[in-house]
């Protein structure tokens, strides 16, 4: 049987955000047993990056760091420089998964059970297919959901204005990088 919350053959892949509340919530009481899948999901979903950047964390990079860090990134697609914010929600759940699984540091952060590999990006839209699917959210989900959940309130905002690009309501609104690390670490998710 195929998944309900998978494309037909052929139709064009653009994946929703998860945009209540309460199917955020109900996706983090799903993954409640499940540290490493909650973690993924609530980082994910907290700061906005693509997948395939926080699936090449290792532990090392991150074990040491307390809520209200942040660490520089090199963005794979695009090359530049992002951080990654450890708000109090991203770290009780980085926590929860570290103090469970005795990962060494010289693991990926999301490590695949089939040995020290990370988990692909594949493997995270099949996830989030199945969250979204266990909790009858209809609509098309997969690994790139996680980032547009993060974006959903500044999509209306650019709406709102009628700019035709996010650059210009940034600009409009004077945002400067220290105001998102402090979005960053200040408005969580879950």
Not at 102 to 126: C, E, H, P, T, W
């Amino acid at each position: 049987m195929q998944n309900a919350n998978h494309p037909k053959k052929g139709s064009r892949i653009a994946v929703d955000p998860i945009r209540k509340m309460k199917d955020i919530k109900a996706i983090m009481k799903l993954l409640s047993d499940n540290p490493r899948d909650r973690l993924l999901f609530t980082i994910g979903i907290n700061n906005g990056l693509r997948t395939i950047d926080l699936l090449n964390l290792k532990v090392k990079d991150i074990r040491h760091l307390k809520s209200g860090d942040t660490i520089k990134i090199k963005e794979s697609k695009t090359g530049k420089t992002n951080i990654l914010a450890i708000n109090k929600t991203v770290y009780k759940a980085l926590r929860d998964y570290l103090g469970s699984e005795g990962l060494n540091d010289g693991y990926y952060l999301f490590k695949s059970r089939k040995g020290n590999m990370a988990i692909q990006s594949q493997a995270v839209s099949k996830l989030v297919k199945k969250w979204t699917s266990d909790i009858n959210l209809k609509g098309n989900y997969g690994a790139h959901t996680l980032r547009k959940i993060f974006g959903v309130g500044f999509e209306i905002i650019c709406k709102r204005y009628n700019h035709s690009s996010p650059a210009i309501t940034m600009r409009y609104l004077g945002i400067e990088d220290k105001e998102v690390n402090e979005i960053l670490l200040n408005n969580e998710i879950g």
